[in-house]
Nanobody, 124 residues
Framework: QLQASGGGLAQAGGSLRLSCAAS????????MGWFRQAPGKEREFVVA????????HYADSVKGRFTISRDNAKNTVYLQMNSLKPEDTAVYYC???????????????????WGQGTQVTVSS
């Protein structure tokens, strides 16, 4: 089970930090990803991190502004979002894929478990 939190309202240029807490004892065997879905749009990939945190992949739209990290001891993955833009407004979902390899997947259907989503709204 995944529980996302940390969403809210921010001004353009501001920051927010999302957290996703996982239950269970096998968190370290999962690659973790963040996706987002804006109103009227399809869910899109934002970023993913390997099971050990050593490798990441960012969507071009967030590269240089967002940072993913994970703490396997706390069963938690984080998304630090800086320099927010109005187009970042969306519901953000964390997702887990059983994956102890080095390849990261960008498609939503590759992921096994999903959090409930947390709303991020960026005002201009």
């Amino acid at each position: 089970q995944l529980q996302a939190s940390g969403g809210g309202l921010a001004q353009a240029g501001g920051s927010l930090r999302l957290s996703c807490a996982a239950s269970g004892r096998t968190f370290s065997r999962y690659a973790m990803g963040w996706f987002r879905q804006a109103p009227g749009k399809e869910r899109e990939f934002v970023v993913a991190v390997t099971w050990n945190g050593f490798s990441t992949h960012y969507a071009d739209s967030v590269k240089g502004r967002f940072t993913i990290s994970r703490d396997n001891a706390k069963n938690t993955v984080y998304l630090q979002m800086n320099s927010l833009k109005p187009e970042d407004t969306a519901v953000y979902y964390c997702a887990a894929e059983y994956n102890v390899g080095w390849n990261l997947h960008l498609k939503a259907d590759e992921y096994d478990y999903w959090g409930q989503g947390t709303q991020v709204t960026v005002s201009s």
